[in-house]
């Protein structure tokens, strides 16, 4: 027998991180957008790298909350490699995404067979949606492969009550709520529930169930298994002990912030917010799956209702489907009320629950296609339309990749400029002001200092007591008005002698008629 034949289903699952890592990192040196977040973070690795260790790491979207370090740590041997090239990380999270396709393969194998792996792996491997998550250089990227490892250790350690799978649910559950604190913190009642389930359904099993007998059973579950839980939280301890240091040496800033992103304000009420909320978290699915036409995932909707019911004894069987109908429904129903960041809600919130939504839909309709008699043919029929307009939306969309489109943003062309400016520097000292919209010049001080790494060249610490003068100047459609003005202000010192335009950055350079800015 051949290795492949052998192996096929090792080689069929790695055959989706190539087509995945493919589809991820098409032109991606090319569109990579590095902006305030891709700079902040390279400048925290580089301080790692001279030896300046942090406790906590990036911003949330909540004032005053910050998450652990794990992602600048992840990070730092990928700069490494890339020798301070932002496109190497951003390349490894690409290659990251692409492996959650192998991970739902396996998961779902385990929930129904190998059509539901095969099904949940496609949906991720091709959604457009998730190939534009894996484009961007940002601490959410890698939780959706966390998540699944969290998932796929718990089912191993519910299966074989190890103690090791319990400790690696813990570290994991640790890390996820590290890289994206408004997902992971939902997944944290989940597995509670999902535990608490398990353990106690195995317990009821020959017992007549009555609300005592529930009780009991819970109770007795806990006590057998308290080394099992007592693991999980000391591993998920561990990955909190940076971000508690940080917490008590500057009163708990943290933690007071988080408390107070839960309350209810005025303006956004929980009631009034729901439906809209459920407006938005359809939306946000459906572009996963058919972008442009979301109607078409109501459809998939009714169709996965139907045959779920239909099917639902031989369904609730499988103990992976239960941990995936938790996965997905448990942090549902938190995104329902929970408030946001000042009652915004940014599709990387749900980040970690697109693969929980392809697993059950995969077990689901896998179950249908492997059922018996009419509903079968029907079932592989409906099946075989929507994934057509499934591949055919999600191909459409991923092509707009092969052409750049003009006034992009993006890591090459902010380099371009800066060479540019080298360039035109002919080795004379020279001052560098940048402007962006959101007024962060990160990005540039990093990829300054990354490009003097080969050139040698830097701006002048103090850029107002040079004659050359550069400015780097990103488009603001937004406040073009502000845009404008801080140009004429700053050409105001002298005179423009030419400029060029890379992309959305345009650079003038700026000879000053003196050393020192006009008095008005």
Known sequence: MSFLAKHR????????????????????????????????????????LEGHLTLIGPTTGLTGVFLGPFYYYFLTPLYVLGQGNPIVPAYGLALLSAGVAFLLFWIGKKAGGTIVGCIAA?????????????????NPVPLPFFSCLLFLSLFAGLQTKKIHWFLCVGLLMGICIQLEAANAMFLIPTLVIITAYELTAELLQKKQVTVWTIARSMITAFQKRLKLIVVAIVGFGLFLLPQAFFELRHQFLSTKALIESFRTTRDHSVIVNIGNRAQLLFHLYAKGLFPGKEWLFGVLIIVCCIVGFVKRATLWKSRMFRIIACWFFVPLLFDLWYNGNHGN?????????????????????????????????????????????????????WMGFI???????????????????????????????????????????????????????????????????????EDDPVYWKRHDEWIASMASIGTIKQSKKFGAVTVYEVERQDGNPKKK
């Not at 991720?124 to 250089?137: G, K, M, N, P, V």
């Not at 309709?365 to 059922?371: E, K």
């Open 9 to 48: 289903l090792l080689v069929l699952s790695f055959c989706f991180i190539i087509v995945g890592f493919f589809l991820r990192a098409f032109q991606l040196w090319r569109d990579l957008v590095f902006v305030y977040d891709q700079g902040r973070d390279a400048l925290e690795v580089q301080q790692i």
């Open 122 to 138: 496609l949906l991720f491997t091709f959604s457009f949606s998730q190939i534009q998550f894996a484009r961007w250089l940002s």
């Open 345 to 397: 809600f940014w599709d990387y919130y749900i980040i970690g629950q697109h693969q929980a939504l392809y697993l059950l839909i995969a077990t689901i309709i896998g179950v249908g296609i492997l059922s018996k008699g009419c509903i079968q043919k029907g079932i592989t029929i409906v099946s075989v339309i929507l994934f057509s307009f499934f591949l055919l939306l999600n191909i459409h969309q």
């Open 403 to 473: 052409q750049p489109y003009d006034g992009r943003l993006s890591l090459s062309l902010q380099l371009d400029a800066i060479h540019w400016i080298e360039d035109q520097s002919n080795g004379q000292p020279f001052g560098a002001w940048m402007y962006t919209p959101d007024a962060q010049d990160d990005p540039y001080k990093y990829l300054f200092q990354y490009v003097a790494k080969t050139t040698g060249i830097l701006p002048v610490e103090h850029p107002e007591h040079t004659k050359n003068m550069f400015l780097l100047v």
